[in-house]
């Protein structure tokens, strides 16, 4: 049902979906214009859905989840946003997600997101597989979200067109990598972001280098060369 006009937040949403109990991938993209959207948007009760393992919806400016029951759907393991308004990115927007989500994807965020807190992810505790792309977002924000990881392992990692407010040549510093260090990961994807370079002991210092299998760097402005510091 994506790419339609469903008025997400609306009594008749709830009631259409209201008695598909057993439904396991809904995908409800592409239904939000941002010419006539609310800022704030309540998601509709999905609860009885209890079957659902994956759901793709758009999210808002600012999203409100406390009515969803999205906390009933315990086989949910993959949500993805898509059309993306979100602005900031505070440790409060995702408390109403059900912990055993393993895979979140934020997909074209075209508001440049100027505020993040290191726990928006928090809620997300046996999170393995992270998907970020085509957001505006300051890479060093980006690399902020890791936070809750650290000491984990990790399936998968990866920032595409990552690129802030402007398209600004990125170097990575060890303080930007700190939380991405402490993370097993075994797949690592950092592509198309206007990374120019690394400072040593910054970006290939893994704390668990034995975990890395795969590691993407294409189409970034990089050489091997570092610079000592």
């Given amino acids: 049902m994506k790419k339609n006009k469903l008025d997400i937040p609306s009594l008749t949403f709830k009631r259409v979906f209201q008695p598909l109990i057993d439904l396991n991938h809904l995908d409800i993209r592409y239904n939000m214009d941002k010419l006539v959207i609310k800022a704030t948007v309540e998601y509709p009760f999905c ?11 758009d999210l808002a400016k600012n999203p409100v989840f406390n009515s ?56 997300l505790p ?16 980006a690399l902020k979200l890791l936070y809750p990881f650290t000491g984990k392992e990790m399936t998968s990692i990866s920032f595409m067109k990552v690129v802030g407010s402007s398209a600004k040549p990125v170097f990575i510093t060890r303080d930007m990598v700190k939380y991405l260090k402490e993370i097993g990961v075994q797949t690592l994807i950092l592509g198309e ?37």
């Fill in 68 to 123: 969803s029951g999205f906390e009933l759907l315990l086989n949910l393991r993959t949500v993805r946003f898509e059309k993306c308004y979100l602005k900031q990115m505070i440790n409060e927007t995702l408390i109403n997600l059900p912990r055993n989500i393993i895979a979140i994807y934020f997909h074209r965020c075209n508001s440049f997101i100027s505020f993040v807190e290191p726990n928006f992810l928090r809620p």
């Fill in 193 to 229: 972001s206007e990374i120019v370079g690394y400072r040593e002991n910054s970006l290939l210092a893994f704390k668990y280098p034995q975990c890395l299998e795969y590691f993407v760097f294409s189409c970034n402005q990089f050489s091997l060369a570092i610079e000592n510091r």
């Fill in 47 to 57: 609860g009885d859905m209890s079957n659902l393992t994956t759901l793709y919806m």
């Fill in 126 to 141: 046996v999170l393995k597989e992270l998907y970020i792309f085509e957001v505006h977002i300051r890479f060093k924000d």
